[in-house]
Every structure is written in C-alpha cells, then in structure tokens.
C-alpha cells in the first residue's frame, strides 16, 4: 500500500496527542528555536570579546600616551635652539607596538637532510599557558611636525632637522618645520 506521508505524521501527532507527550516535542522545539535565535545574537558575554577590547582600547591609549610623550621631548628640544620661540610638534607613528617572544630551535637529521624546528617558549601551565615575551618594541616614528615662532627662517628649520633627526633617529625627510601663524 502506498504511503504519502503526510498520513503517518497526522497518525504519529495522534498518537503523541493522546499519550501526553506532545507537550514534551513542542516545549523541545520552541527552546531549540530559542537558542538558535540566542547563538545568532552577537552578544559579548561568554566569547571574552570584553577582554579583547579593553586589550585593543588599553595599547590604544598606551600608544597615544607615547605619542604625546615623544611630542613633549620634541618640543622641549627644540624650544631651546636660538631662534627658536613657541614650539608645536606633532608626532605620527607606524602601526603599534612589536611583541618579541622567545623561541626554541632544534634541528633534526634525517640521513642527509637537516631540518629546523622553530616553536615558542610557553610559560604556564594547561590551558593558562601563553608564550614568554621578552620584549615590546616601540613604534617607529612616521613623521614630526614642528610649528615654531622662527620656523620661516632657512637656518633654524635645517638646525631642527638636524637635532630631531639626530636625537630621535629618523630621515630628515620626515621632519617638517614651519612657522606659526603669529610670526
């Protein structure tokens, strides 16, 4: 006999019906609904984004903190040149800090060949292990902005050149000075 079914899921909903228990598989199929709906939500509890993002916001403000710190040397410097009154400086870096981690190298031999094996040092215990930082580079310096009473005059930008690009080791052709408004 043939069976469309559609007949045998009516016959089984029945059956369910009249034991009770069809109760049980709808109150099973909302909750799975439910927590389908929940898993699609992009909520931040539970996935430690909330660690992540203070780590982001923390290096943020740690490389902002840095770049006005090299600002105030900068400015500090070059407030001291002859001919050289108020002094603004902006300071650009490239990218973020550098995280350098120790490593272990072993070689092997397989008859004639040699081959290295590079795997960093972890420090810890199971699933609190993490790798040994030995140190945190910082930034290179992009560029430096100096606006300065003087700053028009040929002599003091080639001597503000000189000494930022001498102090702080960067190209001259990153170093711009120019003369403050009030000038």
Known sequence: MYSDGVSDVKGTVVQMKKSGKLWIVLLGAILGLGLLVVGSLDLPFGKGEHKNTATVTDEQGELQ???????REIASLCSQVRGVGKVQVMVTLSGGYEYVYARDLQSKTG???????????????????????????????????IVCQGGADPAVQNE????????????????????????
Not at 65 to 71: F, G, N, P, S
Not at 161 to 183: D, P, R
């Open 111 to 145: 008859g004639e060949s040699y081959t290295w094996e590079e795997t960093y040092v972890l420090i810890g215990s199971g699933s609190a292990q993490s790798p040994l930082l030995l140190m945190k580079k910082q930034p290179a310096i992009a560029g430096v902005g």
């Open 65 to 71: 903190a840095y770049r006005q710190e090299l600002a």
């Open 160 to 183: 503000l050149t000189a000494l930022v690009s001498a102090a702080f080791g960067i190209g001259a052709n990153k170093i711009h000075v120019s003369a403050a408004q009030n000038e």
